[in-house]
């Protein structure tokens, strides 16, 4: 008798610490729960509570911001500025005809252009007009593209003149830069022959016209009218085989 209420004493405790294990249990993983939802509404409010700081900070200072931008917009319309509004196969052959100029002497010819070739032009970078619209910049109306035409001259010249030919290619009009240079020496003709790789950059999108390089009256050959040397001109690759 002792046993069986023994027994029914052990059975009610164990009963009972277990409805009390399953409250805590029931009330624990809610409060888990809201605990974890309260600490990502915090961080939620702290980056929102940033970010309105920054937006006051910024609304605070919107007078000296739009001076700041103005300045910056005008400033990068002068650069553009210096830039040409394309580049034509004009610009590519009077170009090699000042090359040419500076490096040859009077009397004595020492570079001969063998081929020119103009590649087709590419975009680089490009400032979309949705971008432009949203600036509402009395500077710039217009999608922007930065645009690169690369030309390569083949040709044959001494060393001297080379370096002639890189200083006139420094002091271009136009805004170039030397690309790559690929030079070997002719034992035959004691020159080097190679080909000179230049990149015309310039500007598509502004409020300026393109200006036609001025075609003058260039002499141009060989004291040498044996030599077997031609001036080709070609827009493709594909066109130069």
């Known amino acids: 008798m002792k046993l069986k209420q023994f027994n029914d004493k052990y059975l009610f405790g164990a009963v009972l610490v277990l409805c009390i294990a399953l409250g ?8 888990t729960n809201i605990v974890d939802s ?7 409010n702290e980056t929102i509570r940033i970010h309105i700081g ?24 002068n650069i553009l500025s210096k830039y040409d509004s394309n580049i034509l196969v004009e610009d590519v052959i009077m170009e090699a005809v ?33 971008v432009i619209t949203k600036v509402e910049s009395e500077e710039f109306t217009n999608a922007i593209k930065f645009r ?20 006139e290619i420094f002091a271009s009009k136009y805004n170039v ?24 950059y310039y500007v598509e999108g502004l409020d300026k016209e393109y200006v036609t390089p001025e075609l003058y009256d260039y002499e141009a050959g060989t004291g040498n009218i044996f030599t077997n040397t031609s001036l080709l001109l070609v827009e493709d690759e594909e066109d130069a085989q």
Do not use: C, W
Not at 25 to 30: E, S
Not at 57 to 66: G, K, L, S, V, W
Not at 98 to 124: G, H, L, R
Not at 148 to 167: F, H, M, Q, R, W
């Open 177 to 200: 830069n030397i690309q790559s240079l690929v030079y070997h020496l002719d034992e035959q003709t004691g020159l080097l022959a190679g080909t000179l790789n230049v990149g015309y």
């Open 98 to 130: 000042a090359i040419d100029e500076a490096a040859n002497d009077e009397y004595f010819q020492e570079m001969i252009f063998t081929q020119i070739v103009m590649e087709d032009p590419e975009t680089i970078f490009e400032v979309p007009q949705d």
């Open 24 to 31: 805590l249990l029931f009330y624990f993983v809610p409060y």
């Open 54 to 77: 920054s937006l006051q900070t910024y609304y605070d200072n919107r007078e000296q911001n739009a001076a700041d931008t103005e300045i910056m917009l005008k400033e990068s319309s």
């Open 148 to 167: 690169v035409a690369k030309s390569s001259y083949n040709n044959e010249l001494g060393y001297s003149t080379l370096k002639d030919v890189i200083a």
């Open 38 to 44: 309260v600490g990502r509404l915090e961080q939620e």
